[in-house]
């Protein structure tokens, strides 16, 4: 980056962040992940999120993987949003599987290329573990867990479990890197709508990265694979959840069915987790899953801060505790103050079936 | 082998945060003060390594003002064996937190650097990935288990599909999620020891670090509240209001 050591020179970096707004281009690149031959939901809500950048955006979409399921996930790029100008591909076998080490780089290397003013990932696991490692090779901040965007530098995050909001503006030279909170982010009843036709599909020419030693170094071994029959947490739009209350992992099977009878997905709360009801991915919280879905039930759930740093957002919440005075019925919207094991059962005799 | 950890003392994990009036910022002042959980859990890691005899040293960063010394005592008092405070008082972002961590293990050259996946203040989850791209060295980010081989470490990752295993070459970085392993209190006998374990002071400048930051905070606002919500005494009465009212159902 010669150039910005000239402009150091000069005075460092004020020199560039100083360029108004107005006479600055913006230029996104996704960094979206994909699954099955698609693009993944989550990608597609940072997509909604690089269109509040500004207006005349030139949106560009980075894929990486191998094999043929990365090459429908193209097609399917190029033809899934009127916002997208540009499909980038990167085909490696080490991409089968995405280890920071090699994303970042690769990050690094489009960047150099394409120089885009924005870079924007979804907060899951995935970009969570790579944008900050890409920001730190391309030398800024990164701004994390975006929940507004009010500008092409103005972010809101929440700070402190969400009991705070921070308003934020970037300062620095571009790239300004973002990740995204899909549940701010909801993607629009057209984005299903198609892709203009005139999509390019590039290819990445990853021959730097493919010998570069120091990638050498991570492994990826396995994955304990998810139960793919219930919806996913993070875009269902019920979710049950729960907690301590239900005091072991064979009374889970209440929530299970509760869930099953109403086509949602499964939660539970860091406590349910660490006693070993469930597995770890099913956790809400601060540090676990968001979620936003139109109905949270929760059972059996005091309502720490910290878990309902993960679900406030939900359109309605109810919750059952046997403690009326718990703290999650300062948050719901409906409460019962009674016995989960006695209202479980009483409403999967009366719910209606889902149909 | 040496670990480094890197602590950060944030505001208490159970204390119900306020906004100031003024949307500079959250109010610190008179509230407890600890150690970020997160960062208790790594040190916790750390301790429990060279317990086993894999490592000799295990040294604890903490980067800020003078109040750092303290959470660094707790972890002395755990069992770090040396403290090394890099004294800052303004806005300290991920990126220059990175830097002055990556010349820090320049200069002490662990073989292993943990830090907690994030703080419970700012909830950025950045810095580990961040110094872990400056460094050039693997990452093993969110870890629930973390296994010393020979010139490896196996850790497994809390993730969005589940449980992911990942093999990294040392040197390494990892950064800890909650449920590694369950932190020591520190004992009264420790806590009188720890009081002799020397912490070394250093700058930022001495380091050649330059703090720069590339972010401003222009407000600080409680998030928008929930109407109020009722209590039902039945079933039925849920049912109903959970489809005549809120039309969800």
């Given at each position: 980056?010669?150039?910005?050591?000239?402009?150091?020179?000069?005075?460092?970096?004020?020199?560039?962040?100083?360029?108004?707004?107005?006479?600055?281009?913006?230029?996104?690149?996704?960094?979206?992940?994909?699954?099955?031959?698609?693009?993944?939901?989550?990608?597609?809500?940072?997509?909604?999120?690089?269109?509040?950048?500004?207006?005349?955006?030139?949106?560009?979409?980075?894929?990486?993987?191998?094999?043929?399921?990365?090459?429908?996930?193209?097609?399917?790029?190029?033809?899934?949003?009127?916002?997208?100008?540009?499909?980038?591909?990167?085909?490696?076998?080490?991409?089968?599987?995405?280890?920071?080490?090699?994303?970042?780089?690769?990050?690094?290397?489009?960047?150099?290329?394409?120089?885009?003013?924005?870079?924007?990932?979804?907060?899951?696991?995935?970009?969570?573990?790579?944008?900050?490692?890409?920001?730190?090779?391309?030398?800024?901040?990164?701004?994390?867990?975006?929940?507004?965007?009010?500008?092409?530098?103005?972010?809101?995050?929440?700070?402190?479990?969400?009991?705070?909001?921070?308003?934020?503006?970037?300062?620095?030279?571009?790239?300004?890197?973002?990740?995204?909170?899909?549940?701010?982010?909801?993607?629009?009843?057209?984005?299903?709508?198609?892709?203009?036709?005139?999509?390019?599909?590039?290819?990445?020419?990853?021959?730097?990265?493919?010998?570069?030693?120091?990638?050498?170094?991570?492994?990826?071994?396995?994955?304990?694979?998810?139960?793919?029959?219930?919806?996913?947490?993070?875009?269902?739009?019920?979710?049950?959840?729960?907690?301590?209350?239900?005091?072991?992992?064979?009374?889970?099977?209440?929530?299970?069915?509760?869930?099953?009878?109403?086509?949602?997905?499964?939660?539970?709360?860091?406590?349910?987790?660490?006693?070993?009801?469930?597995?770890?991915?099913?956790?809400?919280?601060?540090?676990?899953?968001?979620?936003?879905?139109?109905?949270?039930?929760?059972?059996?759930?005091?309502?720490?801060?910290?878990?309902?740093?993960?679900?406030?957002?939900?359109?309605?919440?109810?919750?059952?505790?046997?403690?009326?005075?718990?703290?999650?019925?300062?948050?719901?919207?409906?409460?019962?103050?009674?016995?989960?094991?006695?209202?479980?059962?009483?409403?999967?005799?009366?719910?209606?079936?889902?149909? | 082998?040496?670990?480094?950890?890197?602590?950060k003392?944030v505001?208490?994990?159970?204390?119900?945060?306020?906004?100031?009036?003024?949307?500079?910022?959250?109010?610190?002042?008179?509230?407890?003060?600890?150690?970020n959980?997160f960062c208790?859990?790594?040190?916790?890691?750390?301790?429990?390594?060279?317990?086993?005899?894999?490592?000799?040293?295990?040294?604890?960063?903490?980067?800020?003002?003078?109040?750092?010394?303290?959470?660094?005592?707790?972890?002395?008092?755990?069992?770090?064996?040396?403290?090394?405070?890099?004294?800052?008082?303004?806005?300290?972002?991920?990126?220059?937190?990175?830097?002055?961590?990556?010349?820090?293990?320049?200069?002490?050259?662990?073989?292993?650097?943990?830090?907690g996946?994030q703080a419970i203040d700012d909830d950025c989850n950045?810095t580990?990935?961040?110094?872990?791209?400056?460094?050039?060295?693997?990452?093993?980010?969110?870890?629930?288990?973390?296994?010393?081989?020979?010139?490896?470490?196996?850790?497994?990752?809390?993730?969005?599909?589940?449980?992911?295993?990942?093999?990294?070459?040392?040197?390494?970085?990892?950064?800890?999620?909650?449920?590694?392993?369950?932190?020591?209190?520190?004992?009264?006998?420790?806590?009188?020891?720890?009081?002799?374990?020397?912490?070394?002071?250093?700058?930022?400048?001495?380091?050649?670090?330059?703090?720069?930051?590339?972010?401003?905070?222009?407000?600080?606002?409680?998030?928008?509240?929930?109407?109020?919500?009722?209590?039902?005494?039945?079933?039925?009465?849920?049912?109903?209001?959970?489809?005549?009212?809120?039309?969800?159902?």
């Amino acid at each position: 980056m010669r150039i910005r050591g000239l402009l150091g020179a000069f005075g460092g970096r004020a020199f560039i962040s100083r360029v108004p707004i107005f006479s600055r281009s913006i230029s996104t690149l996704v960094l979206a992940e994909h699954e099955g031959g698609a693009v993944k939901a989550s990608s597609l809500c940072a997509l909604e999120a690089a269109k509040l950048l500004g207006e005349g955006n030139s949106v560009s979409l980075l894929l990486s993987g191998s094999g043929p399921s990365l090459q429908e996930a193209a097609a399917h790029a190029a033809s899934c949003s009127r916002s997208i100008s540009r499909v980038l591909v990167a085909d490696w076998d080490k991409f089968s599987y995405p280890l920071a080490e090699a994303w970042a780089k690769l990050v690094q290397i489009v960047q150099q290329k394409g120089n885009y003013s924005h870079i924007v990932a979804a907060s899951g696991s995935f970009g969570k573990n790579i944008l900050p490692r890409a920001a730190a090779l391309l030398d800024v901040s990164p701004i994390t867990d975006v929940i507004g965007i009010r500008g092409s530098n103005l972010f809101v995050r929440p700070i402190y479990a969400g009991n705070a909001l921070s308003t934020v503006r970037y300062l620095g030279s571009d790239p300004c890197m973002l990740t995204i909170r899909s549940t701010s982010f909801p993607l629009e009843s057209d984005s299903a709508s198609h892709g203009s036709v005139d999509v390019a599909v590039d290819t990445v020419d990853v021959s730097t990265i493919s010998e570069d030693e120091s990638l050498k170094k991570s492994k990826y071994i396995s994955i304990s694979s998810q139960d793919k029959e219930r919806p996913d947490l993070g875009n269902s739009r019920v979710v049950v959840t729960g907690g301590r209350g239900l005091k072991s992992a064979e009374n889970f099977k209440l929530i299970e069915s509760l869930a099953e009878k109403l086509g949602a997905a499964v939660g539970a709360t860091r406590a349910a987790v660490d006693a070993g009801f469930v597995p770890n991915e099913l956790q809400v919280g601060q540090t676990g899953k968001i979620v936003a879905p139109e109905l949270y039930m929760a059972f059996g759930v005091s309502g720490a801060i910290q878990h309902v740093a993960g679900m406030r957002d939900s359109k309605v919440i109810v919750a059952v505790n046997k403690d009326s005075d718990a703290p999650i019925f300062q948050i719901a919207d409906y409460g019962i103050a009674d016995d989960l094991f006695k209202i479980i059962p009483e409403l999967l005799e009366k719910l209606p079936e889902k149909k | 082998m040496k670990i480094m950890v890197a602590i950060k003392r944030v505001v208490d994990y159970a204390v119900k945060i306020r906004v100031k009036t003024d949307k500079s910022g959250v109010e610190t002042s008179n509230v407890k003060m600890s150690m970020n959980p997160f960062c208790e859990i790594a040190l916790e890691e750390a301790l429990r390594i060279k317990e086993s005899g894999r490592a000799s040293e295990v040294v604890a960063v903490s980067i800020g003002p003078a109040q750092c010394v303290d959470t660094l005592r707790t972890g002395l008092a755990m069992g770090a064996d040396r403290g090394i405070h890099i004294d800052y008082t303004g806005a300290l972002y991920p990126l220059s937190i990175a830097k002055i961590l990556k010349a820090l293990v320049r200069l002490e050259k662990p073989q292993l650097l943990l830090l907690g996946k994030q703080a419970i203040d700012d909830d950025c989850n950045q810095t580990g990935q961040m110094v872990a791209g400056l460094l050039e060295w693997p990452q093993g980010t969110f870890a629930s288990k973390v296994v010393l081989e020979e010139n490896t470490v196996t850790v497994d990752r809390e993730v969005d599909g589940g449980l992911e295993t990942l093999c990294l070459d040392l040197p390494a970085v990892i950064t800890t999620d909650l449920r590694l392993n369950q932190p020591r209190y520190a004992t009264l006998p420790n806590i009188m020891k720890a009081k002799s374990k020397p912490i070394k002071k250093l700058t930022p400048a001495d380091l050649e670090v330059e703090i720069r930051s590339d972010l401003e905070v222009v407000e600080v606002t409680e998030p928008p509240k929930r109407k109020a919500g009722v209590m039902l005494s039945s079933v039925d009465e849920l049912i109903d209001k959970l489809k005549n009212e809120a039309r969800v159902l």
